[in-house]
Antibody, heavy 120, light 110 residues
Framework: QVQLVESGGGVVQPGGSLRLSCSAS????????MHWVRQAPGKGLEWVAF????????HYADSVKGRFTISRDNSKNTLYLQMNSLRAEDTAVYYC?????????????WGQGTLVTVSS | QTVVTQEASFSVSPGGTVTLTCGLS?????????PSWYQQTPGQAPRTLIY???TRSSGVPDRFSGSILGNKAALTITGAQADDDSDYYCVLYLGSGIWVFGGGTKVTVL
């Protein structure tokens, strides 16, 4: 079955960097766009970034544009999120999710998430 | 900046019906925004309920239904059960590779 497993979360100081990974299995990874979505503690979901199956023409939420970079390695079935210049407000559980690869674009399934804490 | 609006909370009795809505701070929601709905319980990842306005995801009970009501997308739970006690999120696709989630609705079944 389709499985997404995030890793790379942890505690980082403000201004620091972190790279998250999302390992995919159970589907042809190179045929699907992928998303990162985050959830701050006690808050709602926030879409962060999208990468098409080909890995170019990526898109970002305004809140992370210029600081975060989404990328993928189709040979390793892995999605990444490079996070730079981290701020306290970036503290959240980060989920990766598979795009439906249709014009309707929904998120399914989701990984279990990895927690990023930005604190001094 | 586009804001997607959802009710903060709803309470429903077991066996009752509740309709959650998903609107836009300016303008109307139509099927062209491809609204989708997700259920989340504390500590768990979201689960897809509805996509493309009214299509149930695989394995989702038919007591969940999606629609457009007036100028909003809607999720209706008919015959609520105890394990429907969850947070529910809608998301709209604004086009050009941009998605926006609503703030979520907490549904309490009691």
């Amino acid at each position: 079955q389709v499985q997404l497993v995030e890793s790379g979360g942890g505690v980082v100081q403000p201004g620091g960097s972190l790279r998250l990974s999302c390992s995919a299995s159970g589907f042809t990874f190179s045929n699907y766009g992928m998303h990162w979505v985050r959830q701050a503690p006690g808050k709602g979901l926030e879409w962060v970034a999208f990468i098409p199956y080909g890995g170019s023409n990526n898109h970002y939420a305004d809140s992370v544009k210029g600081r975060f970079t989404i990328s993928r390695d189709n040979s390793k079935n892995t999605l990444y999120l490079q996070m730079n210049s981290l701020r306290a407000e970036d503290t959240a559980v980060y989920y990766c999710a598979k795009d439906s690869a249709t014009v309707a674009h929904w998120f399914d399934p989701w990984g279990q998430g990895t927690l990023v804490t930005v604190s001094s | 900046q586009t804001v997607v609006t959802q009710e903060a909370s709803f309470s429903v009795s077991p066996g009752g019906t509740v309709t959650l809505t998903c609107g836009l701070s300016s303008g109307s929601v139509s099927a062209n925004y491809y609204p989708s709905w997700y259920q989340q319980t504390p500590g768990q990842a979201p689960r897809t309920l509805i996509y493309s306005t009214d299509t149930r995801s695989s394995g989702v009970p038919d007591r969940f239904s999606g629609s457009i009501l007036g100028n909003k997308a809607a999720l209706t739970i008919t015959g609520a059960q105890a394990d429907d006690d969850s947070d529910y999120y809608c998301v709209l696709y604004l086009g050009s590779g941009i998605w926006v989630f609503g703030g979520g609705t907490k549904v309490t079944v009691l």
